[in-house]
């Protein structure tokens, strides 16, 4: 039926879990009661909250380079002052959600997490280290990724290299589980790839081939018109010469 198929392609909303952030897409953050937090995070806390987390798996970030990447452009002393008054909103805001804690432990400032504490980025992080395949993994990927672009709202420097880091580790694990995906005629699969792979990387021959070749198996042609519109306008943005192939 028509209503079983729409609700095929709809992907499994996030379940809104307590005690939890989530960074793929919009910055979302849940108390221990369940309760939308979002609003107690500036975007300085969020930027602050990131960093911490971003080096918090080499050993955590030194107090000095934490200063000079958040507010480079003051003097050392309104470094240290705003430094010390972001943290104590950070821990203030962290501290309705369980299972989450910034440390400071041999001149590092870290995150500590554990249950029922959950971050998307964490549990994206684990199923790319696990070093398996993403496909079988296909559902849990979805529900993480059809959120958004990691870090998509902000825009801040400070970011940056998290962001591209991020979306480095994604890229060769999407395009193999887009082409296990193709090997087993999962279209939805398919189509769901090229749009992550596309969010990081709009000019990805690779990713446009397997899309162009679904769309026309699906008989999809409007579908189809339009993707090779869009692939052929993003690369003469990016190469500022026309697609030929």
């Not at 108390?31 to 987390?53: A, E, G, H, P, W």
Request: aromatic share 10%.
């Amino acid at each position: 039926s028509d209503a079983a198929s729409v609700a095929a392609q709809t992907p499994p909303k996030e379940l809104k879990k307590p005690n939890s952030i989530s960074l793929f897409g919009g910055f979302v953050a849940r108390d221990r009661n369940n309760r939308d937090i979002s609003y107690m995070f500036t975007d300085k806390l969020r930027q602050l909250f990131c960093v911490i987390l971003q080096h918090t798996a080499d050993g955590g970030i030194s107090s000095q380079q934490l200063g000079f990447e958040l507010w480079g452009d003051k003097s050392p002393e309104k470094v240290k002052n705003s430094k010390s008054v972001s943290l104590n909103h950070l821990r203030k805001a962290l501290g309705d959600i369980d299972g989450v804690e910034v440390v400071y432990k041999s001149g590092r400032f870290l995150l500590t997490t554990s249950d029922p504490f959950t971050c998307d980025f964490l549990q994206m992080k684990s199923l790319l280290s696990s070093g398996e395949p993403l496909y079988p993994h296909r559902d849990e990927v979805v529900r993480l990724l059809d959120c958004g672009k990691f870090l998509g709202f902000s825009d801040a420097p400070s970011l940056d290299s998290f962001k591209s880091a991020t979306e480095e580790s994604l890229l060769n694990p999407l395009l193999a589980m887009l082409a296990e995906a193709s090997r087993n005629d999962d279209s939805q699969t398919v189509l769901r790839c090229v749009k992550y792979i596309f969010r990081i990387d709009p000019v990805n021959e690779d990713a446009f081939r397997f899309q162009t070749q679904t769309l026309k198996r699906l008989g999809k042609d409007i579908e189809l018109r339009e993707a090779v519109i869009l692939f052929r306008d993003a690369y003469k943005k990016t190469y500022g010469e026309d697609y030929t192939r």
